[in-house]
């Protein structure tokens, strides 16, 4: 439970660049296991309409939208193709957030997300604050149960929104990497303050942890590959990866890691893999 007191799933399924392929893809996804759905009115990255179609087929599958966590993103103008605006760019910013999020449930044919989260930060700081404003009157509104930033890394500007904020961020999502220092002291700021930090690039990142002999030596005690030990790691020490496998059997493995458990001691040598 995070702050706005909304339950998430323990791994979300990520859409990014699935093309015509992400209404299959998630379908799948979601009668593998997966019941956390992340997308963005983003065309240029993400098929939303797709993630819509999907969680319409999914009805007819006995898996209600209710049962579903679905998150999607507002993302500002520089974050989207010039050519594929998917919403008005000539209004003002909280106009173009209003208008976005219309766009999002057109698409994902429902009236409201589980978590709506911020692309990346504006600059200057007052076009953020315009930016989340016009986020939590759709909170308010009862557009959004929750929400939250991604591609935070700076912790004075996230202590800064969040101190400003009347409807506190309760997602973080951030690419899992070295050059953030694995956001360390961001993270423990996240847990303090009840703020579920989301993984992007977990695996893609992290070849140096995958291969690791800590990390070779776990799989090969549980039975399982160096991926599903990265995830279950992540998930102990709270973060909710995003997964956006496109094989079958991988979703499979990543739904698997609830089998097994780490031990305190496993725990801490992964965590002193990361420096
Ligand atoms: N907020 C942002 O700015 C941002 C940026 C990037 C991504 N995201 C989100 O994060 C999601 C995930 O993207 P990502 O860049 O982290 O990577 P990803 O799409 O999850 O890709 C992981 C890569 O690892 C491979 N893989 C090998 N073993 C795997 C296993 N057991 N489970 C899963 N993948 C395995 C996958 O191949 P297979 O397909 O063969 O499994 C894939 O090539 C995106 O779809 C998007 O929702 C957000």
């Known amino acids: ?17 699935k093309k015509e392929h992400t209404a299959d893809l998630v379908v799948q996804a979601v009668l593998s296991g997966f019941r956390g759905i992340d997308t963005a009115c983003q065309p ?38 010039p050519q594929r605006v998917p919403y008005d760019p000539n209004v003002s910013l909280d ?39 016009a986020m939590e009157k759709i909170y308010n509104d009862g557009g959004a149960r929750a929400i939250g930033i991604s591609n935070c890394y700076d912790l004075e500007l996230l202590k800064r929104l969040y101190q400003d904020a ?35 690039w977990s695996l893609t990142a992290n070849p140096h942890l995958l291969g690791s002999e800590i990390v070779r030596n776990m799989a090969v005690h549980y039975s399982k590959t160096p991926a599903q030990i990265l995830y279950r790691y992540l998930n102990h020490v709270r973060i909710v990866p995003l997964i956006g496998s496109t094989s079958h059997e991988h979703m499979t493995q990543d739904l698997k890691i609830f089998e097994f458990e780490l031990t305190t001691a496993e725990i801490q040598s992964i965590t002193e893999l990361l420096g």
């Open 95 to 133: 106009a173009q957030v209003a208008h976005s999020f219309e766009v999002s449930k057109r698409n994902l044919g429902t009236e409201y997300v589980d978590s709506l989260v911020l692309h990346s930060p504006l600059f200057p700081y007052e076009n953020l604050r315009t930016v989340w404003v």
């Open 1 to 17: 439970m995070n702050n706005q007191n909304v339950k998430m799933p323990s791994l979300l399924y990520g859409t990014a660049w």
């Open 166 to 200: 009347d409807v506190k961020p309760s997602v973080v999502q951030n690419r899992f990497y070295s050059e953030s220092g694995y956001d360390i002291p961001l993270r423990q700021w996240c847990n303090d303050h009840g703020i579920t930090y989301q993984s992007f």
């Open 44 to 81: 240029k990255h993400y098929n939303e309409p797709q993630v819509g179609e999907a969680i319409k087929r999914l009805g007819a599958h006995g898996v209600m939208r209710e049962e579903l966590f679905v998150q999607t993103k507002f993302t500002p103008l520089s974050g989207q193709d």
